[in-house]
């Protein structure tokens, strides 16, 4: 199994609900680091997992219907806590809504599976692994 | 499939026994920046695979019983070399009975997996993954 | 010239005013690892530039003054800014005024300088360099 | 399962054939930092993985032939574009030779698995994963 | 004295001239990340050391006309080797003539220094401190 | 001014005298990223700071003295704590010893200074400065 790994990163506020976040019920913030990794059995025809250069551009623009933003405010988001994991999905699902529109190339649609990470310090990440 | 990672370290001395550790068989130290990764199918009601600042605590505790220790004069080590992957499964076992004892709140014993990593230095590091 | 540097992090919601700042006037965040970093000519009696469990501790609680909140609603920053490079002075100034009241120890009176850094993301940091 | 990864690195040049490579199409070159981890389900008789000693000495081997070449005329890559997972693919393989030819020792002969991960920059890798 | 640093990349093929160099005098490559560090004494009306957008795009630019190259074909180097403490001169000087033709603005013409750093690998870095 | 930093590592036992250091007085260990840094106002015939190839050499040769070992048991540390700050002009003092030796070739004797920094975890780390 191939993989190919690009990274960026999103910076946003927003607060959590409920008393397991103590502190983190307050309106605070993250930069999250994100890792998108996209996974194939076999290479394609210019010996690529993908266009890394395509993936690059798809994360970005992912991200930045989240970056500089208030995540609080928005209505994708009502009625969930917008924790680590829970956005990790959101990327990765997002992600693979490109690809299955075409948006990083025929041969992506070869792609077996997707892992998004997200870094939110040097101590703590999540992941949300799933097929394509 | 989601995850949830926390990290921390420990700092121990020991020595090896067998021709295959060299100069390793004299005593020695390490520092091990300890990762510890729990895994889930589906997040839980407050959107989380874990409560993370009781993962960090639980982790910090397995760890407090192991770090400032020469592991030579620990009885729970006799007769086995505590390898760095050694290690890993020993910190993965006790944080996985901490897992089953509810240390963790009652939600995470839905978790599926725990992945321990330790990272002896910027070119070495082992892990081992187990189910829970 | 010795130095002894310990790292910790804050997450943290706020906004900026002024044209070039583009999209980072909306309300976002930040996670900021901030790394402290002690500066002394001469060891102590304890071959130490400071106890570093002390000052873990005190830039432990620097930080909890700022983490988890909406800078934008904090009378400290009222009509500034709190850009990476504005907040570590920030950060400087406050471990500053702790070392001068003790809380670091006597020894630590003989410290010649501090730096402050606040790395932002992986492709972003600034920092802060005062005398003692 | 337990793993033990270690790492090396590699300084290549190379240019890439066809239009999706853009500018990559001119001859330019790469650091590849490469970790090589090894997987296997019960440890040895030492308590390892692997005599990480070893590993790392074949890790550098593997590399010792690829490190400071012009891969574009490498006879081995005739006819292929020598992309990041492609050459995992490729430091894999002679891995994975060099473990059946008893390279690592008798006991790696148990070993499960193989992955290659190559870090090309801070923002891009690429892993290939096989079984022993 | 304040301080912002952003970071980039560029992919290079090269080789050297010297005994000194062993088998780094057959044609290789590299991938550089690079730091580029802004210094100044005093933060500007906005609260900054220097826009970080535009340092960021000027660093980008910078790096644009070397990456993707073998710098042994570029006139601007006949004669010389580009090593990596050589190339992170090349680098500060081309970031000081944009800094004093007013492309990070006219507040960074109060600019004290730059430091450019390239990281050729987890194992070893260069750089070049200026004036400005 | 250039710099040249190197990286490698060593793994020692240890103990600490006095009250500050808490658990620490226990027998433990560290593995020290060790990371040296060469400094000079400009460079030599061949575009160099200093043989980056040697300088690695005389480094790892410098850590070989004191990996795999109780720093109790060294007659070099009777009376003194091994600190992480301590142990960083050890290793700074020994390089330096080489550098005016020769160790390093001719052009190395017209280096300005060193820094030498240990890390002692992805949280703390030390350094000690010197001129040559």
Redesign the interface.
Known sequence: ?????????M????S?H?E?????Q????????VDATFRRVA?DA????V???RA?EELHSVLAEL????LDEEAAFAG???????L??VVADRLADRVHAGALGETARELEGLVVTLH???????????PL
């Open positions: 199994m191939f993989s190919v790994t690009v990274r960026d990163q910076m946003i506020a927003h959590f409920g397991v976040f103590g502190h983190a307050r309106l605070h913030g993250a930069t999250y680091v290479l210019d010996d690529l997992v266009d890394i250069g690059g970056t500089y933003r208030n969930t806590n917008t924790t680590t994991e829970a990790a999905r939110e310090s040097h101590i703590a990440w999540a992941s949300y692994e799933r």
